[in-house]
């Protein structure tokens, strides 16, 4: 089965810093790959994601995804976070599910921006 | 943003009660999901319906049962609501005509069991 780890359950960083957030999935042999954002109170919004193609996704507001095969990971980065970024942040692979497909998620890693 | 609504966004419940969750889709989207959100486990599949009276389970769907009949209404009930409902809950949708497919989630149901 589909799983997804992503490795830090909480990550401070101060405002204009770079930030990584890390994620691994169990292998499989086609991979589809989600990070969706979830700010306070609200649900969840589509970051980015990875069908095929060039392994560097890009997304909204800044983000952006590689895509590593041989390191099955799919780590979510941006080079200068803002105070509007603090919120948590999930990883997802998309696996069958008879005719539909489900996501399976990560734990989550709440982001938060310090000034 | 899709046109998902959830109602109630809120509800405190006791043991033991009958509890019912709407999903609402204005996108005649054919799949529907229902997720809970848990912390430390991120969100974790009921339910899911694949079109009008077509539901199967997800992971979690012991204690929950679902409907759906009609393509922009997919209904959650706890037939008698324990303290370990107590989640958050997200409805989701999806296209259903090309693989793999986004997902799009409402806003969320907190739902409290006492």
């Known amino acids: 089965a589909q799983s997804v780890t992503q490795l830090d359950s909480q990550v401070p960083v101060f405002e204009e810093a770079p930030v990584e957030l890390r994620c691994n999935y169990s292998s499989s042999v086609s991979v589809y790959l989600f990070w969706y954002v979830q700010y306070p109170n609200q649900g969840l919004q589509l970051l980015l994601k990875?069908?095929?193609?060039?392994?560097l996704v890009k997304g909204i507001n800044g983000f952006e995804a590689e895509f590593n095969k041989s390191q099955t990971s799919f780590h979510l980065r941006k080079p200068s976070v803002h105070i509007s970024d603090t919120a948590e942040y999930f990883c997802a692979v998309s696996a069958s599910l008879g005719g539909a497909q489900k996501l399976v998620f990560g734990q989550g890693t709440r982001l938060t921006i310090n000034p | 943003d899709a046109g998902i609504t959830q109602s109630p966004r809120h509800k405190v419940t006791e043991t033991g009660t009958p509890v019912t969750l709407r999903c609402h889709q204005t996108?005649?989207?054919?799949?529907m999901y229902w997720y809970r959100q848990d912390p430390g486990h991120g969100l974790r599949l009921i339910h899911y319906s694949y079109g009008v009276k077509d539901t199967d389970k997800g992971e979690v769907s012991d204690g929950y049962s679902v409907s759906r009949s009609k393509t922009e209404d997919f209904l959650l009930t706890l037939e008698s609501a324990t303290s370990s409902q107590t989640s958050v809950y997200f409805c989701?949708?999806?296209?259903?005509?090309?693989?793999?497919?986004?997902?799009?989630f409402g806003p969320g149901t907190r739902l409290l069991v006492l």
């Open positions: 989701a949708i999806s296209e259903g005509d090309s693989r793999p497919e986004t997902q799009y």
């Open positions: 996108e005649n989207h054919r799949y």
């Open positions: 990875y069908l095929s193609g060039s392994t």
